[in-house]
């Protein structure tokens, strides 16, 4: 009489573990899942970030392919398309960003630098336009900076550029599309001004040295300033600061500028060597 019984607790315990080891397989499952979430964040910004661009495109086009759907890797897509300089595939991966239901305001400005970066400025307008005015961003004002420079409104140009410098902790870029934009305007103290405090920003931003040199050189100011330079930096701010004087007429100082970028330069400057060739042949 007793084996029924015993074999009935068997069978109910058989189902409980059986039961037990269904739950912890689920619970073993989830915390995997949670795991492959991380592990997966984590390999997104290191594509983002540290991998090569182009495989940094590879990787997020083949994840997009298993998750279509998802928005964060739609921009990991774009963003890594920007970094290859692939702005053209860039523009249609941002547009399929922003179409996304879970599209932010942040995207839409990220498209806007991409349609920038495309030379698409009157696209680039719009979508800036389409952000609400209370969204305030540093990388907002500093493209807002850049369509008003492109259609010549000087006075909101200069609003939106001093707006965005005083929202970041490293301005040194956007004094020089500041200094730029006096540059071309032929404003050349105050664009000597602003590439001089990008410099002292950022003393690595070559940009930023050769453009104050184009500055100095329109003032006829044919000395290099006391600026932290290498070497080969050196050689090639003479050649641009005698190319310039050149251009304003002034051209003994510019072949003797010339000169002195050869010397400087630890190598040999060719472009420097053919520009004073051809110089002192067009003379003879």
Request: glycine residues 6%.
């Amino acid at each position: 009489m007793r084996h029924p019984i015993f074999a009935g607790i068997c069978v109910a315990g058989a189902f409980a573990l059986s039961g037990c080891d269904q739950q912890g397989s689920e619970d073993v499952d989830r915390a995997l899942s949670d795991i492959n979430v991380v592990d997966e964040s984590n390999l997104n910004d290191v594509m983002l970030n540290v991998a090569d661009p182009n495989e940094a495109v590879a990787y997020f086009q083949r994840t997009l392919g298993e998750n279509p759907g998802r928005i964060d890797v739609q921009r990991g897509l774009a963003k890594s398309l920007i970094r290859a300089r692939r702005h053209t595939e860039a523009v249609s991966a941002w547009n399929r960003v922003v179409s996304h239901n879970q599209a932010t305001n942040d995207d839409r400005v990220d498209f806007a630098d991409a349609l920038i970066r495309n030379g698409e400025w009157d696209r680039a307008e719009t979508e800036l336009n389409a952000v609400p005015p209370t969204f305030e961003t540093f990388k907002r004002y500093r493209l807002e900076a850049m369509v008003a420079d492109s259609n010549k409104e000087w006075k909101k140009a200069d609003s939106f550029y001093e707006t965005a410098i005083g929202m970041t902790t490293r301005p040194a870029s956007v004094m020089n599309n500041w200094g730029y934009s006096k540059l071309t305007r032929g404003d050349f103290e105050a664009a000597e001004r602003l590439f001089t405090d990008a410099i002292r920003q950022d003393e690595k931003l070559f940009t930023a040295k050769n453009n104050l040199i184009l500055a100095r050189g329109a003032q006829k100011k044919y000395s290099l300033p006391v600026i932290p330079s290498s070497q080969i930096e050196r050689a090639q701010l003479l050649y641009t600061l005698g190319l310039s004087a050149i251009k304003q007429g002034d051209t003994n100082i510019g072949k003797g500028l010339l000169r002195d970028a050869i010397d400087t330069h630890p190598q040999h400057f060719e472009a420097a060597v053919r520009s004073l060739r051809a110089l002192e042949n067009n003379v003879e």
